[in-house]
């Protein structure tokens, strides 16, 4: 591993992953909840690899890992990681085998697919409670619909999903009432009780339940106001500049000419467009850092090149310019550049970003 970015192989475009933070905002997240975490690597660790992820959290000795389908439990796998691994998505019973398979742990939510699980041979299980999100588990008032099967086949754990915990509204409050509205009509009390997403770990202080389930904190993205804690930067997207253009008056820039140059510019152009997750939407508006100063995107983002304005910057073919993180002593975060981008979800801006980015793991980022 290097820490050097500008010593990376790649010439175009990559992402330089800062593990040393990641591993840190893990680290700030446990202090802060104390207890284990269970982090989510689900979506390739939203973006930044799995596997690398997976295996620097280790140093936190984590509770297990959550994860959204079968395959990236098995993907896991194939990599050594040997901890306990949740999938908080729905099974289908046609996925039971390989889950079973992959000693994955299913959360299960209504009461066909406990019974298929139970007759497909059983395992670890947890129930996850639905308390106001409507997308997975059994309603937090209908548990007396599986009392007699719980009874019978106890989960092991028991869990609900905030809607709104980024937000101050009151809301994940509610859910936790119903949470344990829910947790009292069960026959029993099961051993592992879990909730908090990153909104709910940083908007309290100690939690009450047994582990917390972070994501977006662990990759540098913060929880809005009234959160105890901020993340350090873990994903820097880097693009270097490939030409150098001189332009006068009224010269325009990109498709649809909506850039216009007023008396003499210089744009430089950067290998790296929409086909890599950097948005369209960008256009016009998304900053950059060229040398730790701030610069702006000029004209339409293009699939694969997208022009900034230098005329202000010492500019040079080869130089790397910075589109989300940090360079020098400044920072764009991902925040920051999914406001810009129309009010995308920061977690969307993740995500997004494509595979011809290269991922490049540090142990720490200047
Ligand atoms: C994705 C997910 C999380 C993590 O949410 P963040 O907001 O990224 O912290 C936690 N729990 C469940 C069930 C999830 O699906």
């Known amino acids: ?63 297990g890992f959550g994860v959204a389908t079968v395959r990236e439990v098995e993907e896991l796998r194939a990599a050594g990681i040997r901890e306990r691994i949740y999938v908080f998505s729905p099974l289908l019973p046609a996925d039971f085998t390989a889950a079973r398979a992959a000693a994955a742990v299913p959360t299960l939510g209504d009461a066909a697919s406990i019974s298929a699980w139970v007759a497909s041979g059983g395992g670890t299980w947890h129930l996850a409670i639905e308390t106001g999100m409507h997308r997975a588990g059994l309603r937090w008032d209908c548990i007396g619909e599986i009392a007699e099967l719980v009874r019978a ?57 047994s582990f917390v389930r972070p994501g977006v904190f662990l990759y540098g993205v913060g929880s ?4 105890q804690l901020q993340p350090e930067p873990v994903v820097h997207v880097r693009a270097r500049v490939l030409e150098i253009h001189d332009l006068q008056d009224g010269d325009t820039v990109s498709y649809s000419a909506t850039w216009r140059s007023v008396g003499s510019r210089r744009v430089a152009t950067l290998g790296i467009g929409y086909a890599d997750g950097y948005r369209r939407a960008l256009g016009n508006r998304g900053p950059a850092l060229l040398h730790g100063q701030r610069t702006t995107v000029a004209g339409v983002v293009t699939m694969d090149m997208t022009m900034i304005d230098v005329t202000d910057l010492p500019c040079r073919v080869g130089d790397l310019v910075t589109l989300i993180g940090r360079h020098g002593g400044e920072v764009i975060t991902v925040e920051e550049v999914a406001v810009v981008a129309d009010f995308m979800s920061p977690y969307e801006v993740l995500t997004g970003l494509r595979q011809r980015l290269p991922r490049i793991y540090h142990e720490a980022v200047a």
């Open 1 to 63: 591993m290097t820490t050097e970015s500008t010593a990376a192989p790649t010439t175009r475009a990559w992402v330089d992953v800062d593990l040393g933070a990641l591993v840190r905002n893990g680290a700030a997240l446990q202090r802060h909840a104390g207890v284990p975490l269970v982090p989510m690597v689900k979506a390739d660790a939203y973006g930044l690899g799995a596997v690398p992820c997976a295996r620097a959290l280790l140093a936190l000795q984590p509770h």
């Open 224 to 227: 809005g106001d009234g959160a």
């Open 153 to 209: 086949n106890p989960p092991e754990g028991a869990f609900t999903h905030f809607h709104s915990a980024e937000r101050n509204d009151g809301s994940w409050e509610l859910q936790e009432q119903r949470f344990l509205v829910a947790l009292a009509s069960l026959p029993e009390r099961p051993a592992l009780l879990h909730a908090q997403n990153s909104g709910g770990i940083v908007r309290r202080g100690a939690s009450p339940w």
